[in-house]
């Protein structure tokens, strides 16, 4: 590992290009996980409702959805794709967009999302070196990448991964990686309790729920990995990117529909982990 962590030392061109390659691809399996997660979940309210409203009746036999099973295909012709039609970016251009068998459009989301993978793993690298530092701030970035358009898609953020998000950012800062484990407890719980009580206050005050667990849930993961000294930041990112994404989007759509804030929350957890010590410097004066 020592040897493995020195070459990249001595070429940083290689880790730069092996980094590259390695976020495509994860890029694309990103792609997967925004698409079947909500699909996973669904099913499986499906059936716990029906063993909870009708236990005596058998569970309804439909194929098991899971990120590796059933094969990806085609959503219109349900042609299977093939390997070399999901190389990321790639097949994209060279099939133009189209699905190799009846030509219905692919969405150009598919690959701007491996570019944005592989753009946002190659800042990390660029801030963080080859460090153990770097390699937990690439599981950060692709998980917040994944909940970021899964929430945009159905104002969802699952547990399963803001949780394990949450218990992996206080599992590496029991080790001092990023802040204190003293620090990063209190964020843990500082950033779920602040958002909590805006949620609760706004419900007492208009009686409708502004915001779902979820966010607090992620706000607390990002508390975990960074300490509360970093919360205040984020949420005023977060407002401040959420104001203007959300004047886009309604200039877009022309017409108010709910809007989900866990989008937000993300993206300013990212810039935060990225440049929030130079941000908070310069808005200090120091």
């Excluded at 994860?26 to 909870?52: A, H």
């Excluded at 012709?77 to 039609?85: F, L, V």
């Excluded at 399963?160 to 800062?173: D, H, K, V, W």
């Excluded at 843990?188 to 805006?198: A, E, S």
Aim: glycine share 8%; net charge neutral.
């Amino acid at each position: 590992m020592h040897d493995f962590i020195s070459y990249f030392m001595i070429n940083p061109t290689a880790l730069y290009i092996a980094v590259g390659l390695f976020s495509l691809c994860i890029g694309s399996f990103l792609n997967v996980v925004i698409y079947r997660t909500p699909k996973m979940m669904e099913q499986e309210w499906r059936q716990d409702c029906q063993f909870l409203l009708h236990p005596e009746q058998a569970i309804i036999d439909e194929t098991k959805f899971t990120l590796s099973k059933p094969d990806s295909t085609c959503p219109n012709c349900h042609t299977p794709i093939r390997w070399y039609q999901n190389i990321p970016v790639i097949s994209w251009l060279a099939l133009r967009g189209k699905c190799g068998a009846c030509k219905n459009p692919i969405s150009i989301r598919y690959p701007l999302i491996e570019l944005l993978t592989a753009i946002c793993s190659l800042i990390i690298v660029a801030i963080f070196g080859p460090t153990l530092q770097m390699l937990f701030g690439l599981v950060l970035t692709w998980v917040l990448i994944a909940l970021t358009f899964i929430d945009f898609d159905t104002q969802l953020l699952p547990d399963r991964y803001t949780l394990t998000l949450a218990a992996l950012g206080l599992a590496i800062n029991s080790y001092g990686l990023y802040t204190t484990p003293t620090s990063a407890i209190w964020g843990y719980i500082i950033g779920f309790l602040c958002l909590w009580i805006v949620y609760y206050l706004f419900k007492i005050i208009t009686g409708k729920e502004g915001m779902g667990y979820g966010d607090f849930k992620l706000l607390a993961a990002l508390g975990a990995w960074m300490g509360p000294l970093m919360l205040p930041l984020i949420v005023l990112l977060s407002s401040l990117v959420g104001a203007i994404i959300g004047i886009i989007l309604l200039k877009i759509r022309k017409e108010n529909q709910p809007f989900a804030f866990g989008p937000y929350i993300a993206i300013a957890g990212w810039i935060a982990f990225i440049w929030g010590e130079q941000i908070m410097k310069i808005y200090l004066g120091h």
